[in-house]
């Protein structure tokens, strides 16, 4: 009898479940607006609300003259933003700008993408502004993202960032920041006896004292993972963190935690993300940072819509507002997220970062089709 | 009437389903349709089960949690055991400091005792920088040590569990073994023993299920020192890009096998036995008097013991708060951090409102339903109550990160929305998950105080003409007073600090206290989550107090009278349910 019911239950459960959700993003009805490319042009002017205006013409206006004169939308509900930085200001910023509202969901990276993964049949955000650009491009591809769309003030971008925009032009890259520094203890490592590149922590005299974040979980760490399995082909890459792993090699799941390990000793040398290295020096820790002459892997902080939002032109305006010096200026002297190299001109770098700081990142065709794989091998390799 | 009872059984089972069921479905249906996506649907997937012999992650994490599991039930049993032992048998001045550590454990949730435990055992920890144990960091962060942190965190529910059964002597039952012969040995071994069998399975049960299911500490401490559990691995499929929600359900599928077994196990210890020793031949176990000397070890005992289960993770929180840097080694003493978290735009007085309020609310819908699948399980006799009992014996062990993301699939339909149900992303939803959260400790505590109420006495009442809920009113619920009490305490305490559910499922914009308290350890202000940590506490441990007195001024009230007739009338009352 006790079978007869859980017959009777558990097929009801599974089609439940199996009607749940069956339209991913690609289905979704386009129920915004469908504004033309350049709406967002408006954007940075667009500080008075007046009524919906065509599109076409709030870029005219845009282009030409004042704010006072530019059509602006009118704001029903908050915009939705995605985030893992830069929660605690970035909406008084925007509303201070631009007087819209919006409402954030901060999470890390990963978090942030599995919360959009699992809302894929209703999304519920508006864009998402992560530093995961290899995630946000794959979204892309599941036809979840608003693409062929440039944002105005991607005309300023750094060669460097216009450089990251995808064809599709799914996202418009806002700053890039080193996934992974070396920083070492100088209390243990003088700096003639300290790593100076990324190839010699796979030495054996630094074994079981370098540390990482999980390329799984922590936003910026697989970049860093992707960026050398890009750089030296990915089978000599997998070689590469083989050998580390062979020499103890110890992964945490974020860069707070390499952090607390390096603070305690429990290793001595680590790639760890630029914020939280330049954090650990002004709080009075020993630590030394370098950064190698060929560049660090990078990563790069993107903003992008949902292709579902009912806040189209709004949400353009936000992403072109993100793209602002002025915004980026304020990003980077907002404290300890502020470490970052911005992507337009005209941005005034915190003093302690250092001048010879270079970035480089993967391809993101590279980083997006090998993501799942790698990130899988990782965590294998750090389980064994 | 029997109509009405059955309605009743399958409405419960329906809610059941609803809260925990479904969700649940909806990540193990991913298995064979990723995303439940019906173009993805692949019956081969299924093959991934067999993936968890061959991924050297999952297989780790596997055993693990099997090992970690297993250790702290046999070691947390004992424990619990000898502690309800000398608590029920002897009569020293530290006793309630026992019940104190439990009921305070019992509440704390497990990732906040973990950062306190890594505040304590860091190489740059307290241990090592005051207290010169070098040694501290390399036990707590290996197997036993985790064991060891584990069992001290995980006690308390089985002690509980022991401890009520252990304070009822059934006298009558003694005093038949003895004139027929049997030893005083003989009588515990044949009639005490076998009656408390129940409480031991279920002790072992609740410790085994919430160790085998625990995110906080498996987030805070294994998984950052090497070594992976089950429920951290499954956070990290689905919080991970790209979101594995299949593998997450294969996990989940392993995690609920390791429990069936253990159901199985206390199935077959239990066999078909009656347990309800509780009638008038039922005395309560009166606490020996021991020698001064002995009473004053049995307080240091117990004094130590609360030192170390609670006094090291709430004490490295006190301390830490107090803490300008991450390290003690370079501690110096600032109010900087119950600055900040009191400062104007600090989210946390917004958060400690909204999970306040979101645990009242789900404490009174919890003790509803909880109370409702109690009775269900104890009184019913219908043919549905096994799978309402391991409906909520899969609440109790399903991580809370899984069901999160089961209530996103579920509640995030956009045709909820026509019928004003889309909760997703409304901090209804927190409601609900919490309370599907809190009904498994409800119901373990309720069940365990119904067990010791026999029908007879319903059917009493019954027969002298009392309906329905005059049975309920007059009759179980006086009797279980102070097990409703608890349930509905632990039940306001657990949901407060609920992580997982929380940390998942929180609408924009809704700032709770344990998603403030875990961002700012994992962003590395020790100081700021250790102040929060305090400050929410006190917040709560206030309002749990009040609600303890609301919830017992008429018990109070009743004894002082009774107390005062009886001084009167030279009589003293007995009822021995009295303090079930």
């Known amino acids: ?83 893992n930085d830069f929660d605690a200001v970035i909406p008084d910023l925007f509303k201070k700008a631009t007087g819209y509202d919006v409402e954030v969901v901060v999470g890390n990276g990963a978090e942030t993408m599995s919360r959009i993964e699992a809302e894929k049949s209703n999304p519920q955000w508006d864009v998402v502004w992560i530093d995961s650009m290899y995630d946000v491009y794959n979204l892309s ?7 062929g769309w440039e944002p105005a003030n991607a005309a300023n971008l ?10 599709n032009k799914c996202m418009a890259p806002t700053d890039i920041h080193a996934a992974g520094v070396i920083v070492y203890r100088n209390d ?37 993972a992707a960026y050398f399995m890009d750089d030296l082909g990915l089978d000599a890459g997998k070689e590469y ?28 040398i680590a790639i760890l993300q630029e914020s939280n290295a330049y ?25 992008a819509i949902s292709k579902s939002t009912q806040q189209e032109d709004i949400a353009k305006i936000f992403v072109n507002f993100l793209l602002d010096p002025e915004t980026q200026q304020q990003l980077v002297n907002t404290g300890d997220e502020g470490y970052f190299e911005p992507s337009v001109n005209g941005v005034t770098l915190k003093a302690e970062r250092a001048a010879n700081a270079k ?25 064994q | 009437m029997k109509f009405k009872k059955n309605t009743a059984d399958h409405v419960i089972l329906l809610i059941l389903m609803i809260l925990v069921l479904l969700p649940l479905a909806a990540v193990l249906f991913q298995i064979v349709c990723p995303g439940l996506q019906a173009k993805k649907f692949n019956l081969k997937n299924m093959l991934l089960l067999g993936d968890v012999f061959v991924r050297p992650l999952w297989k780790r994490a596997f055993l693990d949690s099997l090992f970690l599991s297993v250790g702290t039930t046999v070691l947390g049993l004992i424990l619990a055991a000898f502690l309800a032992h000398i608590r029920v048998s002897y009569d020293f001045a530290g006793a309630k400091l026992l019940d104190i550590a439990s009921w305070i454990l019992m509440i704390v949730p497990s990732f906040i005792l973990a950062q306190g435990w890594v505040y304590f055992s860091s190489g740059n920890g307290i241990a090592s920088s005051w207290l010169g144990m070098k040694g501290i960091s390399s036990f707590v962060f290996s197997y036993w040590g985790l064991v060891t942190v584990m069992v001290l965190c995980k006690y308390p529910m089985a002690y509980v569990a022991i401890k009520a059964a252990m304070e009822w002597y059934p006298a009558r039952l003694i005093s038949a073994a003895r004139m027929n012969g049997a030893s005083s040995f003989q009588a515990w071994k044949s009639v005490q023993l076998p009656l408390c069998i129940p409480a031991y399975c279920s002790a072992a049960m609740l410790i085994f299920m919430d160790t085998v299911g625990d995110y906080g500490m498996s987030s805070t401490i294994t998984a950052v020192y090497s070594f992976p559990t089950l429920p951290y691995t499954i956070y990290s499929a689905i919080c991970s890009s790209p979101a594995r929600f299949d593998m997450a359900g294969v996990l989940s599928v392993y995690l609920m096998i390791m429990i069936v077994l253990a159901m ?142 089961g209530y996103i699939f579920v509640w995030n339909q956009k045709w909820l929305g026509y019928v004003g149900l889309h909760l997703y992303g409304k901090p209804a939803i927190l409601v609900l998950a919490s309370v599907a959260s809190a009904i498994p400790l409800i119901n373990r505590v309720l069940v365990g105080g119904m067990a010791k109420v026999p029908e007879s006495l319903l059917i009493a009442a019954e027969i002298q003409g009392a309906g329905f809920w005059e049975r309920i009113r007059t009759v179980l619920l006086p009797l279980l007073h102070n097990s409703t009490v608890s349930a509905t305490l632990a039940a306001f305490g657990g949901s407060v600090f609920n992580l997982a559910i929380t940390t998942i499922l929180y609408p924009p914009n809704y700032s709770t206290l344990p998603v403030f308290i875990s961002d700012s350890y994992n962003d590395l202000k020790f100081g700021i989550a250790a102040a929060a940590t305090i400050v929410g506490a006190v917040f709560i441990i206030g309002i749990m107090l009040l609600l303890e007195l609301l919830l017992n001024i008429k018990v109070i009230r009743e004894k002082a009278e009774k107390s005062g007739k009886a001084v009167k009338q030279g009589l003293r009352t007995s009822h021995p349910a009295e303090n079930i």
């Not at chain 2, 104007?344 to 339903?369: D, E, M, Q």
């Open chain 2, 264 to 405: 199985f196990i206390q199935f077959k210890a239990m066999g078909k036995g009656r347990y309800d020793f509780l009638d008038n031949g039922t005395e309560k176990v009166m606490q020996k008097k021991v020698k001064p000397v002995q009473a004053a070890f049995l307080s240091i005992v117990a004094g130590a013991f609360m030192v170390l289960s609670l006094g090291i993770p709430i004490g490295s929180n006190l301390i830490m708060s107090f803490s300008d840097s991450i390290s003690i080694r370079r501690f110096q003493f600032t109010f900087e951090n119950y600055k900040s978290v009191f400062a104007a735009g600090s989210s946390l007085k917004s958060g400690i409102l909204h999970s306040l309020s979101l645990a009242l609310i789900s404490a009174f819908f919890g003790i509803i339903v909880g109370f409702c699948v109690a009775y269900v399980l104890t009184y019913s006799k219908t043919r549905l109550k096994k799978a309402i009992d391991m409906t909520t014996l899969i609440a109790m062990a399903v991580p809370g990160v899984v069901l999160g993301i």
């Open chain 1, 1 to 83: 009898m006790k079978k007869n019911v859980l017959k009777r239950v558990l097929p009801v459960m599974m089609m439940t479940s199996a009607a749940l959700g069956m339209t991913a993003c690609g289905s979704q009805s386009q129920t915004a607006a469908a504004p033309a490319a350049a709406s967002a042009d408006a954007t940075t002017a667009a500080a008075t609300e007046t009524t919906t205006a065509a599109i076409a013409e709030a870029a005219t206006t845009a282009a030409t003259s004042a704010a006072a004169e530019t059509k602006a939308p009118v704001q029903t509900k908050p915009l939705v933003v995605y985030l």
């Open chain 1, 241 to 268: 963190f083989s050998k580390m792993f062979d020499l103890g090699l110890k992964v945490y799941p974020k860069n707070p935690q390499v952090v607390a390990a390096l603070a305690s000793g429990e290793i001595s």
């Open chain 1, 279 to 303: 954090d650990m020096v002004s709080s009075g820790e020993p630590i030394s940072i370098i950064w190698p002459e060929a560049g660090a892997p990078g990563s790069t902080r993107v903003a």
């Open chain 1, 188 to 224: 243990v490592y003088t700096e003639a006896d300290a790593p100076k590149t990324y190839a010699e922590l796979a030495d054996e005299k630094y074994k079981d004292q370098v540390g990482m974040a999980d390329p799984g979980v922590a936003a910026p760490a697989y970049p860093l």
């Open chain 1, 141 to 147: 591809k599941d036809d979840c993202l608003v693409t």
């Open chain 1, 158 to 167: 750094t060669d460097f960032s216009k450089a990251l925009i995808p064809d």
């Open chain 1, 359 to 383: 970035l480089a990142v993967a391809d993101e065709e590279f980083g997006a089709e090998n993501e799942a794989d790698i990130k899988a091998w990782f965590a294998d390799m750090s389980a």
